[in-house]
């Protein structure tokens, strides 16, 4: 890739999004189909250079905490959002990029931890503000690898590539069917007629999130490899089908056997899904996304109590089409299919519910489809 032609400035601000993700889950690190779209929940990075050659001043906004660092020598931290930012630092300068002492502040209102994706949206808009501030000139695609990466390096989160693409490349009124082996992507407009998207946020996010996700990728990469010693050819479960999985149920260990079917049959749901989103078959959207919360609910173990439940209150209700768990899992929200005039009657019953039930409240997030993370020019 090359660099384009830029120039720096003395302060740049940039804006990321998050994501909601239709269907397609656990499948981006799998070599697999996702079908996100960015949101018009959005982080917001302000930075300017401060005249040194290495010293860093970041802070949060809305908690007003503030963290230093020098760009010669650091590491990430034991955890919180520093690591995000410093990980976007340290892969922006692996690429050859020349960066010297700022201060930057940031503020969201994407939900933390609800599955929308803030950490993607404070990496994309950190990788964005830095490479305008500094004219380092590398394109969408090395952005979107950099703020990946940093997740990975940095947090320690082995994620794969959906979060930082939707946030980049995301298109108002559109989703996008991303084939996270070539990176071709489409975009299609997500017209849902007398329906609305609806995320209820279930306000837990429970703790086993990230060490589970890394164990969920390492399941998986077991399973190809007892796979590839009957199927030479295959590089990931991106390359089997159910069949194929079926005929080796005996060599993989149960729950290995159970995470592969996921990965498998959510591929193929998420291209079922585009086409019947096509046709304008709302019905047949509706009813994959319950197949794909109940095949990650038991085949992958990555949904909660109160993800499950909140699925299982719209199951009687023909007013909601589908729903599932959204995200990496353990917490956060449910993406639902909702006639349109029904949503408040929906949020009612089931918020009273769910409060008398777990002792929390749900939240509901109504988003709007927006496009990708961009520099705001001053
Ligand atoms: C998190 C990760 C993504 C993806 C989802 C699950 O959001 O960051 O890469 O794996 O979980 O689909």
Redesign the pocket.
């Known amino acids: 890739m090359t660099k384009e032609a830029a120039t720096a400035t003395d302060a740049a601000t940039a804006q990321a999004p998050g994501r909601i993700?239709i269907i397609?889950?656990?499948?981006?690190?799998n070599d697999g189909f996702?079908l996100p779209a960015a949101i018009g929940h959005k982080m917001t990075v302000q930075a300017r250079r401060n005249g040194t050659p290495s010293t860093v001043h970041l802070t949060a906004r809305a908690t007003q905490q503030s963290f230093s660092f020098d760009l010669r020598d650091f590491s990430p931290v034991e955890k919180g959002w520093p690591n995000y930012v410093m990980g976007v630092v340290s892969e922006l300068q692996k690429l050859g990029g020349v960066i010297s002492g700022f201060d930057a502040e940031f503020e969201s209102d994407v939900p933390i931890g609800s599955?929308m994706?803030s950490s993607?949206a404070l990496e994309c808009s950190f990788a964005l503000a830095l490479n305008e501030l500094f004219g380092l000139g590398f394109d969408q695609w090395q952005l979107i690898k950099a703020s990946q990466r940093a997740e990975h390096n940095f947090v320690g989160?082995k994620?794969?590539?959906?979060?930082q693409f939707a946030g980049v490349m995301g298109k108002k009124d559109h989703v996008m069917l991303l084939d996270c082996r070539s990176l071709d992507f489409q975009y299609f407009p997500l017209e849902l007629g007398a329906y609305q998207l609806l995320l209820l946020n279930t306000n837990v996010s429970h703790s086993l999130a990230s060490s589970e996700?890394n164990t969920r990728r390492a399941e998986c990469e077991q399973g190809v490899h007892i796979l590839q010693q009957e199927y030479p050819g295959i590089a990931n479960l991106r390359d089997v089908n159910l069949k194929q999985i079926a005929a080796m149920e005996e060599q993989l260990p149960e729950h290995v056997f159970r995470r592969c079917r996921h990965v498998v049959s959510e591929n193929q749901r998420v291209l079922d899904a585009t086409k019947a989103l096509l046709a304008g078959d709302f019905n047949a959207v509706g009813e994959l996304m319950y197949q794909s919360h109940f095949s990650l609910q038991n085949d992958y173990e990555v949904s909660c109590p109160e993800l499950d439940f909140l699925v299982q209150q719209t199951l009687d209700k023909d007013y909601v089409l589908g729903s599932r768990m959204m995200?990496?899992g353990f917490g956060g929200c449910t993406i639902s299919i909702v006639e349109k005039e029904r949503v408040a009657e929906l949020v009612e019953e089931v918020s009273s519910v769910y409060s008398r039930h777990f002792g929390i409240d749900l939240t509901p997030v109504e988003v709007v489809i927006g496009d990708g993370a961009k520099v705001i020019r001053q």
């Open positions: 993700n397609g889950e656990h499948t981006d690190y996702v599955g994706s993607a989160n994620c794969g590539i959906m979060d996700y995200g990496g």
